[in-house]
């Protein structure tokens, strides 16, 4: 078994916590609940993670074997944040639909978050790509029905800005397609995402959500300033889950502390760390 | 009963998750909903588009030819 503690050894971190939508969490990784072998390995995942706030999909019910198990009888709903996506609505409307069926759900249930959504509308079945003008036109919909919009997208920051205007609760842009594992492939767009979404609202919510292969992937986009990392098949498909969970775990406290701690310029040449005093020798 | 609803069919035709289910006339979502073992589990329903929240599933009863809906949470990202 695992004997992973991976806080043990960080700091405390200085740190405003996460608020989203008007729900303050603990973590800054959310994770989803898609791919895992075993709900038994999904829960040790989510454990080990660290997460407090959890995606999940709305599918229909099985009419057959209906006493068959739920996904919510192996998550703690006083531990988990639930986000409900609009995953596989592939126009405004389907995932308007969708949204409200999450949310009755959830309503139904009592939960905190019975508001949130995650919305995604999807373009294309290869790449799962946003659909830009359906996400927007999603987003208005959703926001004046009263939902906190929490919006996978794209990199592109003018759509961002656009989304953030419209009311989002969270602009959530993608390092790399969904499930890809290729990490940030366009860091400058994220970075003027986060400039453009944070100029003059530093506190407001930006999630890389999609595209995390492993843990350097989530270090690197919480030093870019991500207020979160959205992940899951990078740990479902992990050769080891639970250790990969606790990978993430680290490199999120990791990218973070490195974030707010300020990196030093890069610099083309060398600066020696030890000094020119005082040598016993010369360069040739 | 009376010879007055004579006229009405003895039961009304509905689609489910995409599956024909016919109905006794005069059922209610509920009644479906416990015909079909999901009384007390987590499910949303939705009717022709529409959301029914489960307050409100005993008094919607099924004239025939709705699209029912009827949804949990799975794992997903």
Redesign the interface.
């Known amino acids: 078994m695992h004997s992973v503690d991976t806080t043990a050894a960080i700091p405390a971190l200085d740190d405003a916590p996460l608020v989203v939508g008007g729900i303050t969490l603990a973590s800054r990784l959310v994770v ?5 072998a075993t709900y038994a390995e ?1 829960a040790r995942c989510l454990d080990v993670s660290g997460t407090d706030c959890v ?7 099985r ?1 057959i074997n ?2 068959g198990e ?3 009888d192996h998550l703690d709903a006083a531990r988990y944040s ?1 986000l ?2 609009t ?1 596989g609505c592939y126009s405004a409307d389907d995932a308007v ?1 969708v949204a ?6 959830l ?3 009592g939960s905190a978050t019975s508001e949130w959504v995650k919305l995604e509308v999807l373009g294309d079945t290869k790449t799962l790509l946003p659909d830009p003008v359906g996400t927007l036109e999603a987003t208005e919909k959703l926001v004046a029905d009263g939902f906190s919009v929490l919006v996978y997208t794209s990199d592109d920051p003018v759509i961002a800005k656009r989304l953030k205007g419209l009311g989002a609760a969270s602009v959530m842009p993608a390092g790399s397609p ?2 890809s594992g290729q990490g940030v492939l366009n860091a400058n767009n994220l970075r003027i995402c986060l400039e453009y979404l944070k100029d003059g609202d530093p506190a407001y919510p930006v999630i890389v959500d ?1 595209g995390v292969g492993t843990a350097s992937d989530v270090a690197f986009a919480m030093e870019l300033g991500a207020d979160g990392v ?4 990078a740990i479902a498909h992990a050769q080891d889950p639970v250790r990969m969970a606790a990978a993430m775990r680290a490199a999120c406290q990791a990218g973070r502390l490195a974030f707010l701690a300020g990196r030093m310029p890069r610099r083309l040449y060398a600066t020696a760390s030890s000094p020119d005093d005082g040598r016993i020798v010369r360069p040739t | 009963m009376s010879s007055d609803i004579t006229s009405s069919p003895a039961e009304v035709a509905v689609t489910v998750n995409g599956v024909a289910r016919a109905l006794a006339a005069g059922s209610s979502l509920r009644d479906l909903i416990e015909a079909l073992g999901f009384a007390g589990r987590p499910i949303a329903v939705e009717v022709d588009g529409d959301v029914v929240p489960r307050a409100a599933l005993a008094n919607r009863t099924l004239v025939g030819g709705e699209r029912i809906e009827i949804v949990t949470f799975v794992g997903g990202g």
Request: no cysteine.
């Open positions: 989803g609940t898609g791919k895992y999904m995606t999940v999909a709305v599918r229909r019910e009419l209906a006493a739920n996904i919510l639930l409900p996506n995953a639909r409200r069926l999450g949310r009755e759900l309503r139904d249930m969904i499930g999609a959205l992940l899951n098949t």
